[in-house]
C-alpha cells in the first residue's frame, strides 16, 4: 500500500562554524574609572592634608590603589573570552596577539587534562606531541589552526603573551556532530486508517524537526498530530486525499538537512457516515420549512372564502377594512380560524 522514494538533500555545510564573543567590558571599565578616581583624589588633596591625615590617607589610600589595579587586570584577564561552535572534522582558527611579543604560549585544559599545544619564542615555534600534526602555527602574531577537531577537543584554550594578564585570552571550543541524512519509517494501521512516519537521524543530535507537505508547514487538519518532539506525525482516519510528498527537515547548531517520504493510500474513501453527520443539521432545517409550508397551505385551503370573509366582517373596526378582500389582510387571518373553530 505504501511506496518510499529518498531524496537526501544536505543543507548548511558540515564544517560550519559559529562564533559569539562575550566580554566583561562593563565591569572592567567600572574598577579602572574607580582606580584612576581614587589615584587623582588621593594625590590632589595629598598636600592640603596635616601630617596625620597625611599619614592615615597613605596607609589607606596605597593598598586600595594595589587592590584596584589587581583586580583590574585580574578581569582583563577573565573576561577577555570567546566561545565557538564547529562541527567535528571541520578546522578552526586561534587569533594570536595585535603587538609584539618575546614569547607566546597557547594551552588546552578541560575537566580532566592541561595540555600544551604550542610555544613562540623569539621567532622559534615550539609544537608539542599531542598537537604536532593537527597545527600550523603563525609566528608572527602566535595564531594557529588546528585540523580535524572532534570532541575530545572541546574545552577552554589559553593564550598567554609575555606573563602579562592584560594580553591573557581565553576561548571555549564546543565541537558538535553535523546531523546525518534524517531516516522516515511509515506504519499504517488498516483497521482505524492511521499512518504514522517517524523521523530519525543516526548521527548527531536535532535541535529541530519540522514536517512539511509541497512547501505546506504541517499540521493544517484536526486530524493530523506530532508528537515525541515533532519526531512522530500522525495523520488519523488517512484518507485518498492524504497521499502525497511528506518531508521531515532537521537542523542543530552547526548543520540542517531532509529527507522526502511518498505516502501513498488506495482503496479508502471518507466514512459516509462522517459526511452524513455534517449535512444532517442542513437536511432537518430544509424538512422543517416544507413540513411548516404544507400545513400552511392546508390551513389557508380547509375553509371556503365566503367563510373567511364573513369572519372578517365581523373582525374589522372600520368600514373601509370590512370590504377588504381575505388576501390583502393576512393579519387577521390568524384571528379568523379560532373564530370558526368555534361554531
Not at 594551552?107 to 600534526?133: C, M, Q, W
Not at 594578564?165 to 511509515?186: A, F, G, K, M, N
Not at 499512518?195 to 548527531?204: D, M, P, S
Request: aromatic letters at 8%; one cysteine or more; charged letters at 20%.
Amino acid at each position: 500500500m505504501f511506496r518510499t522514494e529518498d531524496h537526501p538533500q544536505w543543507g548548511l555545510n558540515p564544517a560550519v562554524q559559529k562564533s559569539t564573543h562575550t566580554r566583561g567590558s562593563l565591569a572592567l571599565q567600572v574598577l579602572r574609572l574607580s582606580y584612576q578616581a581614587t589615584f587623582v583624589i588621593l594625590f590632589r588633596y595629598l598636600k592640603k592634608l596635616t601630617a596625620p591625615a597625611h599619614h592615615t590617607m597613605m596607609t589607606f589610600g596605597c593598598p586600595i590603589l594595589c587592590l584596584l589595579q589587581l583586580l583590574s587586570n585580574r578581569i582583563s584577564a577573565q573576561w577577555t573570552r570567546d566561545s565557538m561552535l564547529t562541527a567535528t572534522g571541520s578546522s578552526v582558527p586561534f587569533p594570536g596577539t595585535d603587538k609584539e611579543f618575546n614569547n607566546l604560549n597557547w594551552g588546552f585544559a578541560d575537566s580532566s587534562r592541561n595540555l600544551p599545544i604550542t610555544e613562540v619564542h623569539e621567532g622559534n615555534i615550539i609544537k608539542y606531541e599531542k598537537y604536532k600534526n593537527r597545527i600550523e602555527v603563525d609566528k608572527s602574531d602566535g595564531s594557529f589552526q588546528l585540523k580535524d577537531v572532534g570532541k575530545a577537543d572541546s574545552g577552554r584554550y589559553k593564550m598567554t603573551v609575555d606573563l602579562d594578564p592584560q594580553r591573557t585570552r581565553i576561548l571555549t571550543l564546543e565541537v558538535i556532530d553535523p546531523l546525518s541524512t534524517p531516516s522516515i519509517s511509515c506504519e499504517y494501521n488498516p483497521e482505524n486508517h492511521t499512518a504514522v512516519l517517524n523521523c530519525t537521524v543516526q548521527r548527531g543530535r536535532a535541535t529541530s524537526i519540522l514536517w512539511s507537505r509541497e512547501e505546506v508547514v504541517l499540521p493544517v487538519s484536526p486530524r493530523q498530530s506530532l508528537s515525541d518532539g515533532n519526531v512522530t506525525f500522525t495523520i488519523w482516519n488517512a484518507e485518498k486525499s492524504d497521499s502525497g510528498y511528506y518531508t521531515c527537515s532537521v537542523e542543530n547548531q552547526v548543520s540542517q538537512t531532509n529527507n522526502t517520504y511518498q505516502l501513498v493510500i488506495e482503496g479508502h474513501e471518507p466514512n459516509p457516515r462522517a459526511r452524513v453527520g455534517l449535512f444532517l443539521p442542513i437536511i432537518l432545517v430544509i424538512a422543517a420549512v416544507l413540513v411548516f409550508s404544507v400545513l400552511l397551505v392546508h390551513a389557508l385551503t380547509a375553509f371556503p372564502s365566503t367563510h373567511w370573509s364573513y369572519r372578517i366582517r365581523y373582525i374589522g373596526t372600520s368600514p373601509s377594512l370590512r370590504s377588504t378582500p381575505v388576501h390583502d389582510v393576512p393579519m387577521l387571518v390568524h384571528v379568523a380560524i379560532p373564530l370558526a373553530q368555534l361554531e
